[in-house]
């Protein structure tokens, strides 16, 4: 393979998502080559610690020979049927009882498959809407969710997401979608108490509500911890008290678990981390370890019902797609829910992510411009800031971000940069040792930048 070539090939051919066309030309980006485990080779045969788990995808690391079975398996057996209204097949069947079976404690009643975490939030959001109409309430069509959220690219999800930059190149969007502000400990102009501030940020909830007019808002949708906008923890009594203002006024619940579900926070799904049950659940990424793309929202009794029982024929969900549910990404789902259970998955990301927590907060003393390290499980967020007195994130124009992810892809790290965050998620099999190995090299790569030695 002629490297020089690949990298002017990919210059010239490959539209990168999440990008600058005209950067992507410039400097070209990473060229991966082969995943071992939790490692990773670029095309230069340089060995790498995935930090990056894919993205936040590859749990089960990149080589988990049962997940790479069951897709060889299903390729001979049925690579591909449709599960629109006149058929079927046995992996959907499968992976939908297990789906179901998992999330008895959440009393889910029925999944509908898609291709990945921004089909899963679309899906949500349409049934939420049409659950209101077969109601008789079809005034109820409005969507609360929080800044700083991240729930893909579609128009609906982006509609409720929480970053301008994803947002702005887009408008108008979807009518009828409001933000509210996130229980962010590190920057809110509330108050430093972590208790008051998820009662305050609940609080504002409960106003946006009852100024919408609560018989208009359908439901409130957020990540159980927010990944992309920077991994931010809500304070514990947040969730509990959001589940018991969208019980006060009827509003429907949807968990955002594209990053949190299956393991990544310690607990099998995020809502379980806070002792809440949403009324829907966006599923992707994990779902399958990444290997192959698939989505899934989990819907629970309250809304199945509602569905199964309509006599007016409009109780059709129009959220097929045609390759929903496709068997290869069931029977690789199916393989990758065994494994889970079998390496318990989430006991991992608590006890090595809790390792993982203890030894990067210390960066915040050691490290002139790290402001807040902060997150759960093996998800984590490190923000680096230009006034750490003052917690003004590190602009955009700095470099700073890029040095450090560069001196430790050469150290043997590969890190994402989003902002002023440096995020790490890397695969849920990670152990201890590959840990240790993760927060050498960032505590090296960041005194390396302070130093100015790199
Ligand atoms: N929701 C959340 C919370 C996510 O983090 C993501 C992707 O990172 C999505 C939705 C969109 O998923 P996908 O990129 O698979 O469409």
């Known amino acids: 393979m002629n490297h020089e070539q690949l990298k002017a090939d990919n210059a010239q051919y490959l539209w990168h998502p999440m990008a600058h066309p005209g950067a992507m030309k410039k400097s070209t980006p990473d060229i991966i080559a082969k995943g071992e485990g939790c490692w990773i080779w670029d095309v230069d045969g340089h060995k790498m610690?995935?930090?990056?788990?894919?993205?936040?995808?590859?749990?089960?690391?990149?080589?988990?020979?049962?997940?790479?079975?069951?897709?060889?398996?299903?390729?001979?057996?049925?690579?591909?049927?449709?599960?629109?209204?006149?058929?079927?097949?046995?992996?959907?069947?499968?992976?939908?009882?297990?789906?179901?079976?998992?999330?008895?404690?959440?009393?889910?009643?029925?999944?509908?498959?898609?291709?990945?975490?921004?089909?899963?939030?679309?899906?949500?959001?349409?049934?939420?809407?049409?659950?209101?109409?077969?109601?008789?309430?079809?005034?109820?069509?409005?969507?609360?969710?929080?800044?700083?959220?991240?729930?893909?690219?579609?128009?609906?999800?982006?509609?409720?997401?929480?970053?301008?930059?994803?947002?702005?190149?887009?408008?108008?969007?979807?009518?009828?979608?409001?933000?509210?502000?996130?229980?962010?400990?590190?920057?809110?102009?509330?108050?430093?108490?972590?208790?008051?501030?998820?009662?305050?940020?609940?609080?504002?909830?409960?106003?946006?509500?009852?100024?919408?007019?609560?018989?208009?808002?359908?439901?409130?949708?957020?990540?159980?911890?927010?990944?992309?906008?920077?991994?931010?923890?809500?304070?514990?009594?947040?969730?509990?008290?959001?589940?018991?203002?969208?019980?006060?006024?009827?509003?429907?619940?949807?968990?955002?678990?594209?990053?949190?579900?299956?393991?990544r926070s310690g607990e099998l799904f995020g809502t379980r981390l806070w002792g809440v049950n949403a009324d829907m659940w966006c599923l992707a990424k994990g779902i399958s370890s990444g290997y192959i793309p698939l989505g899934a929202t989990a819907i629970n009794r309250r809304i199945a019902d509602v569905f199964d029982a309509d006599t007016t024929g409009t109780a059709s969900v129009s959220h097929g797609y045609t390759y929903s549910a496709h068997p290869i990404a069931a029977a690789a789902a199916l393989a990758t829910l065994d494994q889970i259970e079998a390496l318990d998955i989430p006991g991992n990301a608590a006890r090595v992510g809790a390792h993982l927590q203890t030894r990067l907060r210390k960066l915040v003393d050691t490290c002139s411009f790290v402001g807040d390290v902060r997150g759960v499980g093996l998800m984590l967020g490190i923000e680096m800031v230009s006034d750490k007195a003052k917690r003004t994130p590190m602009p955009r124009t700095s470099d700073i971000p890029a040095r450090v992810a560069k001196a430790a892809y050469k150290a043997g790290l590969m890190v994402r940069i989003s902002g002023p965050n440096l995020i790490l998620s890397p695969p849920l099999v990670i152990t201890r040792e590959e840990v240790d190995f993760m927060c050498d090299v960032l505590e090296a790569a960041f005194a390396a930048v302070q130093e100015g030695r790199a």
């Open 49 to 263: 610690l995935d930090g990056v788990g894919g993205l936040w995808a590859c749990n089960l690391g990149h080589s988990n020979k049962p997940v790479r079975d069951a897709i060889v398996a299903q390729m001979d057996e049925l690579p591909f049927y449709n599960v629109f209204r006149g058929t079927t097949h046995v992996r959907a069947i499968e992976l939908s009882k297990r789906l179901v079976q998992m999330m008895q404690p959440e009393d889910v009643a029925t999944v509908m498959f898609s291709n990945g975490g921004s089909d899963a939030v679309e899906g949500a959001l349409k049934v939420a809407r049409q659950y209101w109409k077969l109601k008789g309430q079809a005034d109820r069509f409005k969507f609360i969710s929080l800044r700083q959220g991240y729930h893909g690219v579609h128009f609906g999800g982006m509609s409720v997401n929480g970053n301008t930059n994803f947002r702005r190149a887009y408008e108008p969007l979807l009518p009828g979608c409001f933000h509210i502000d996130t229980p962010w400990a590190y920057h809110n102009p509330y108050t430093d108490d972590p208790i008051r501030l998820g009662e305050i940020c609940a609080e504002l909830l409960e106003r946006e509500i009852v100024f919408q007019g609560p018989d208009t808002v359908a439901a409130f949708i957020a990540e159980p911890v927010q990944g992309a906008g920077g991994v931010i923890v809500p304070p514990p009594n947040y969730w509990p008290l959001v589940r018991q203002i969208c019980d006060k006024y009827g509003v429907l619940l949807i968990a955002d678990e594209v990053v949190t579900g299956f393991g």
